[in-house]
């Protein structure tokens, strides 16, 4: 799946849209088009280079004067886009970010004019044109496609000057469709969006994360919404995808012709009856399928058996390269050219295993979904989609027990959806990201939106345990044993497996480098790596020199020896967002450490036991002979934090970064 292009042309900053107001409109509508001499800018960004700021905070790089996006819809369904943007640097920073104009293209979307020009802030101009561009391609070794970007770039990039550019497409939509993103990473002066329709022809427009704002209508059939002084989107950490947060409006076109009310899609059932028809002839299984089923089935038992083997072949035996071309971008190939040639992007691997999967008697259904949780939103039915993954119907009396990924629904019954083109995450399980997040489950009947389970925190877990000697010069050694399942363990397979062999002992090494100095690890051994549907199990050695600090005859030792689960998150100043974590896990840590002989332990930390409606952690340290035994527990158990209950989990982060910090004291008892 992929809607790269029409991603890359609402990106805040290319073609998110900020409108103006009053005369501000008025005088703009008034100059469109624009004439433009050789070497001087045209009036309408010389009328936004003369406007005053606000104050901003220090920290802004630049910001955006005016943005303004004129969108004329042809009755043949044929869309022109005019679009203008214009910056004033306010920080050396801004050349590297905001330094270019970056236009996509493709077969259906031509460049009819493009132009741009920096005002330095003594008045001088400097014009680019087309000819002074140049293409970028969107080709990798895993992607083919036919999009492509215009390049131009800014001279004389320096703090006061003013930059714009304007551009106009010409396109063919597959869908009606559009998105106004009218908020990004930098404050908004102006902004102004200006529909025209042919006559006869409605639009809906709808507001996500914003107050709706009522358009003026300058025309027949023309409306044009008015913002000023849009506030930028802070950036946080682990806050939500900006597109969960930012201002936007979806817009969508209703032509009159039959012939194209086809590409309207009003509702989530609407939108599952257009990609029923994109993917209507892909999953026809060939001869060479059906012996490949039949052959990869031929010992499996089950139901359940033959979908862990099918899923498993379709997830580590075809390759992931994405063909995208036109309407490739969102249609599937067919199950047949995705089995011959042995590759295919993530809806191309879909519709071979929901293929395969049939010639077993199972159902299964397309899932359209973002990778970015929230960018989606219920309430308003777009195809904000950039994934695709298979939702397969558990048939009756199939056992569960190891199947995490399920919903019941109350028409399909049992639900596993199950991504095959992540390559680490076995059936059963699903990756983070698309936990706790809305997909778009498309059958015959159109579709059908639904919210994907979040795992309980006992699917993702980590255990590590470890027996450590100290000596009476501070020195640590000792092996350690940690056990993984779900979420630890699909992170710790990608970082083993995406390195050689000989380099994968660096995974440990730089681990243990976070919470130890002059460390050496000695020896690192991993059972099941390969084996997904498995436990994890890493064991590993080390040597850590000076870990222990003495003073006379007292010796200080952090009975945390690794791992990290405290957080200065939220300090700081207030959040604007919330807090968005990877998944819900618990992780416990048991650290056995055998004092040097001769020291007794003088004083040691009080327990700890920390809750709240997100989280829980505990931690005990007990002395048992001449042994030091730290055995400790964190939960997580949702994924999103909102910014109501910040300070509930600002304590608990706070507490916990405490405890980790607390010290044993061990005395010399003879000194």
């Given amino acids: 799946m992929s809607d790269w292009f029409f991603r890359e ?21 008034l100059l469109l088009p624009a004439g433009v001499r050789a070497d001087s800018a045209p009036d309408w960004l010389r009328l936004a280079a003369q406007d005053s700021l606000p104050t901003y905070p220090e920290s802004t790089e630049a910001v955006v004067l005016v943005e303004e996006l004129f969108t004329t819809v042809k009755d043949r369904g044929e869309i022109e886009t005019r679009y203008r943007l214009a910056y004033k640097l306010l920080r050396p920073e801004a050349r590297q970010h905001y330094g270019n104009v970056r236009v996509p293209f493709d077969e259906q979307t031509k460049i009819t004019y493009l132009k741009a020009w920096t005002i330095s802030a003594n008045g001088a101009v400097i014009e680019m044109k087309e000819q002074d561009a140049f293409d970028e391609k969107i080709t990798s070794f895993q992607v083919f496609s036919d999009k492509r970007i215009k390049v131009l770039r800014f001279p004389e990039m320096n703090p006061g000057s003013v930059v714009g550019y304007e551009y106009v497409q010409v396109h063919r939509p597959f869908a009606f469709e559009d998105a106004w993103y009218f908020q990004g990473t930098l404050p908004r002066r102006h902004a102004f969006f200006m529909l025209k329709l042919p006559s006869g022809w409605e639009y809906t427009d709808s507001w996500v994360n914003y107050k709706k704002q009522e358009p003026q209508s300058t025309g027949p059939n023309q409306f044009q919404w008015e913002l000023d002084d849009v506030a930028a989107v802070e950036l946080e950490r682990q806050m939500p995808p900006w597109q969960a947060v930012a201002g936007h409006v979806e817009v969508k076109y209703f032509p009159t012709k039959p012939e194209l009310r086809a590409k309207t899609t009003g509702s989530w059932k609407d939108l599952g009856t257009w990609y029923t028809g994109l993917a209507a002839s892909s999953r026809t ?19 359940l058996e033959k979908m862990k083997a099918l899923a498993g072949y379709v997830q580590r035996q075809i390759r992931y390269v994405a063909i995208e071309i036109g309407i490739g971008g969102y249609q599937p190939h067919s199950a047949p050219e995705v089995f011959t040639n042995q590759y295919g992007d993530c809806k191309d691997k879909v519709t071979l295993l929901s293929t395969m999967l049939s010639e ?13 949780r929230g960018a989606v939103t219920p309430e308003v039915p777009a195809m904000n989609f950039d994934h695709a993954i298979l939702a397969i119907r558990l048939p009756d009396g199939t056992p569960d027990t190891s199947l995490f990924a399920i919903t019941n629904d109350p028409k399909w019954g049992r639900l596993l959806f199950f991504d095959p083109t992540s390559k ?5 399980y699903l990756p983070s990201v698309l936990q706790d997040n809305y997909g778009l489950v498309v059958t015959t009947d159109g579709g059908e939106l639904v919210r994907l389970p979040l795992l309980p925190p006992a699917t993702n877990r980590l255990l590590r345990t470890a027996k450590l000697n100290l000596s009476d010069a501070g020195n640590l050694d000792g092996a350690v044993e940690e056990v993984r399942w779900g979420a630890p363990a699909f992170i710790s397979r990608t970082q083993f497996l995406e390195l050689p062999p000989g380099k994968r002992s660096k995974v440990i090494e730089d681990f243990l480098g976070v919470f130890l100095n002059n460390v050496t690890v000695t020896s690192v051994s991993a059972q099941d790596l390969e084996n997904y549907d498995q436990t ?21 030792v952090r009975p945390r020896v690794v791992g990290a689960k405290g957080s200065n998150l939220l300090t700081g100043k207030k959040r604007k967002y919330p ?14 450490i055998t004092l040097p002989a001769g020291y007794v332990v003088d004083e040691l930390p009080e327990p700890v036991k920390v809750e709240c409606a997100y989280g829980s952690y505990k931690s005990e340290i007990k002395v048992a002979g001449n042994t030091l035994h730290y055995q400790r527990s964190y939960e997580i158990k949702d994924v999103i934090v909102p910014t109501e209950k910040l300070d509930e989990v600002r304590n608990f982060f ?18």
């Fill in 9 to 29: 042309r609402m990106r805040p900053g290319r073609i998110s849209l900020f409108v103006l107001v009053g005369a501000w409109a008025a005088a703009m509508m």
């Fill in 285 to 303: 299984a060939s001869p060479a399928i059906k012996q490949k089923v039949a052959e990869l089935t031929a010992n499996a038992a089950t139901p």
């Fill in 360 to 372: 077993v008697g199972i159902e299964s259904y397309y899932v359209l979904i973002d990778t970015k």
């Fill in 424 to 428: 680490y995450v076995p059936l059963g």
């Fill in 536 to 556: 994890l199990l890493l064991d590993y050695k080390f040597v850590a020199d000076g870990y222990a600090k003495t003073a006379g005859p007292l010796m200080i």
């Fill in 579 to 592: 807090i968005e974590f990877e998944e819900a896990t618990r992780h416990d840590d048991i650290f056995d």
């Fill in 654 to 671: 706070k507490q916990i970064a405490a405890d980790e910090r607390s010290v044993a004291v061990l005395r010399r008892a003879n000194p």
